[in-house]
């Protein structure tokens, strides 16, 4: 066994560093003045907010910009639905809904905040971009370097650039690393002892719930996997990272807050320790629902709305609202559940086992005859 005092360091030396722009779905859509740029994606951006994206512009290399003027490029792009930011030498941003007064306009930013960020521009900037040939041109210029797609002037540009921004973006939305946060912090008042610590009964090998839960990941995530709170762990653990609590937050709010705080550009499986049921398949249906658009899947045991937030699945963009919820004062993570951008999908009847949890030594001898049959 290993305390956490002795190994809660440890996380610092492996903090993973931010997802470079290539992985993140931000696209340039470049060409020359005149190749259509502003109107194919004004063309675009109905169809992807209906889809429930969250879809900001950039505009670079502005000289002298004239905004929200009628028929102006930003007037059309925030009229057809995106946020609108113009970044270079001067700097603008017209925002739908509330702003935040220190948004940093930086691409890595917005893609911490919306589901897709195109980049009108830029046609240096090493971000995967497309490229739209204007008249008569048969081809990027040289000293553009490597575009994902070209594509030529025409009626049928729109919907082919379309078609691939979708495939484009679920590839870039599964290259996110999925992490799973284990809670292992909990006081255990109401069973007497450890609960990561209680034995798995009836398993091929005498190991603990947490080594189970652990067990149970590694197929799907690999070693991605953290402990949050205090305590000792198994010796077979000792490897895994362990993150402190965060000071100015208590419950499961500081695990997921820690979680974030260290590797803030990785999908988020968070799971508590009691939970000895959870298998493969719960896991792997959770995981399922990530898609572009989707922030969260926080899923619920019954029709009567209540959430299950201890078993759930958090993208990266959750982050900032659990920042806010800590602001707020409240400790409820399940609130996050009401985010437009969270799911909360109804569990199918065989999986719901999984998110069953123990809490007295009296559910754990009812469990376990159950277990014995």
Known sequence: METMNQNS????DRQGPELPTQQL???GICGHSGAGKTTLIEAMLPELISRGLRVAVVKHDCRNPLVDIPGKDSDRLYRAGADVFLLGGEQFTRLHGEGEADFEFQLKRLASRYDLVLVEGHGQTPIPRIWLLAENETAPPAETGPVLSVFARGEGRAPQVFDFLLQWLQESWQQTPVWACILIGGRSSRMGRPKHLIEKQNAPE????????????????????????GGVVPASLKHLPRLPDIPEARGPL??????MRWQPCVSWLL????????STEAVSWLLSHRRPGCWGTVPRLHEDGHVEPLLAHYDYRCGVLFERLLASGSLRIGQVAWHGKVESPLIPLPLRPSWHNINTP???AVSRQVEQG
């Open 9 to 12: 360091t440890r996380y610092q």
């Open 25 to 27: 779905p931000i696209l």
């Open 206 to 229: 005498k190991n603990t719930w947490l080594e189970h839960t652990v067990g149970l990941l590694q197929p799907l995530i690999g070693e991605n996997i953290a402990l949050s709170g």
């Open 254 to 259: 500081t695990g997921i807050l820690a979680a």
């Open 271 to 278: 799971i508590a320790c009691d939970m000895p049921d959870i």
């Open 362 to 364: 009296e559910e754990l």
